[in-house]
C-alpha cells in the first residue's frame, strides 16, 4: 500500500532558475499540503489544495505556486530561486480539509548554488 | 511570531528513562494538538494527538500531558529506547483545516 510519493528526491538548482516538484497522495486522500522545512527548524507551511482548489496559503512570497490536477495529485513551483529557498519541501496527503491526520512523504530536498 | 513554543532544543536520556518534552501555545483557537516523530532524510511521522477536551492520552509507550489552562502540553516516552532517538515535533492547527503549526522540534538521543 502506497504512502506519499515526492519526486524527485534530491535536486540542485542554480539562482534565479525555476523548480518543479511532485506529489501523490495516499489514494483516497483529496487533500494536499505542501510545507518547507529548513535545516534544523519544523516544518512551515506552504499551501493546502483540496479539490483542486486553494484551501489555505502560508507566508511565503508569490515566487510559490501550486496545484493540484484530478487525481489529486499536486505540483508545487517556485520561480526565481534564491539561496533561502534550500531546504526539504514535504507534502503531506490528508483524507479531507478538515483537521485529521496528515501522512508525510520523505520529501525534496533542493539546494540552491 | 512563533506560535508553538518547544523545549528543549536536545535531550540525552539513558535507555530506559522517560524523556520529557514540553510545548506551549498562545492561539486558544486551536484545537487539534499532535506530536511528530522524525528520522533524519525521512518526513514527519505521526505519532499520537489530542483534543483540548482531553487531559492525558497514551498510547503504547507514548504519553501526551494536556493542561489548557496554562495552554501547555508535554510527551513522554516510557522506557525509552535506541531506536527513540529521533527529532522530535509538537505542533497545532486551528478549525477546518488541515493547516499544521509545527514548534521548532527536539533533538532527543537516547544513549544505549
Known amino acids: 500500500d502506497a504512502g506519499v510519493t515526492q519526486s524527485p528526491t534530491h535536486l540542485i538548482k542554480t539562482r534565479g532558475q525555476h523548480v518543479t516538484l511532485r506529489c501523490s497522495p495516499i489514494?483516497?486522500?483529496?487533500?494536499v499540503s505542501w510545507y518547507q522545512q529548513v535545516l534544523g527548524q519544523g516544518p512551515q507551511f506552504i499551501f493546502q489544495?483540496?479539490?483542486?482548489?486553494?484551501?489555505g496559503r502560508g507566508n511565503f512570497p508569490d515566487r510559490f505556486s501550486a496545484r493540484q490536477f484530478p487525481n489529486y495529485s499536486s505540483e508545487l513551483n517556485v520561480n526565481a530561486l534564491l539561496l533561502g529557498d534550500s531546504a526539504l519541501y514535504l507534502c503531506?496527503?490528508?483524507?479531507?480539509?478538515?483537521?485529521?491526520?496528515?501522512?508525510f512523504g520523505q520529501g525534496t530536498r533542493l539546494t540552491v548554488v | 511570531q512563533q506560535q508553538v513554543k518547544q523545549s528543549p532544543q536536545s535531550l540525552i536520556v539513558q535507555k530506559g528513562g522517560i524523556p520529557i518534552i514540553n510545548c506551549a501555545y498562545e492561539n486558544t483557537a486551536f484545537d487539534y494538538f499532535p506530536w511528530y516523530q522524525q528520522f533524519p532524510g525521512k518526513g514527519p511521522a505521526l505519532l499520537i494527538a489530542i483534543r483540548p477536551d482531553v487531559s492525558e492520552k497514551k498510547e503504547g509507550r507514548f504519553t501526551i500531558s494536556f493542561n489548557k489552562s496554562a495552554k501547555q502540553f508535554s510527551l513522554h516516552i516510557m522506557d525509552s529506547q535506541p531506536g527513540d532517538s529521533a527529532t522530535y515535533f509538537c505542533a497545532a492547527s486551528e478549525g477546518p483545516s488541515s493547516k499544521i503549526i509545527f514548534g521548532s522540534g527536539t533533538r532527543l538521543s537516547i544513549r544505549p
Open positions: 503531506a496527503s490528508n483524507l479531507d480539509w478538515v483537521n485529521t491526520e496528515a501522512f
Open positions: 489514494s483516497g486522500h483529496k487533500s
Open positions: 489544495y483540496y479539490e483542486k482548489e486553494e484551501r
